[in-house]
């Protein structure tokens, strides 16, 4: 799917730019991954979907994920402190 392919390769080059920012840091404090109720019919995904792919990349490059099982506000991902 095309859009499985734009999420993994956006996931990949953020995931890069993290490593540019936190270095061997990341790989200690891993990321935090959410979704919402959101589906996106023309790519038959959906945010959890597409919170899996994301979460894929970054175990791929060893980097710990914490990837929520339900539907989660972006508020309560973005006061996380981990």
Known sequence: MTYDLAIIQTTQGFCKYLEH???????????????????????????????????AVFTSRGVPVHLFCDITPTPFVVRLSM
């Open 21 to 55: 920012c936190f270095g061997e840091g990341l790989k200690e404090r891993g990321v935090v991954v959410g979704f919402d109720a959101r589906a996106h019919p023309p790519s038959g995904g959906n945010s959890k979907r597409f919170a899996s792919l994301a979460a």
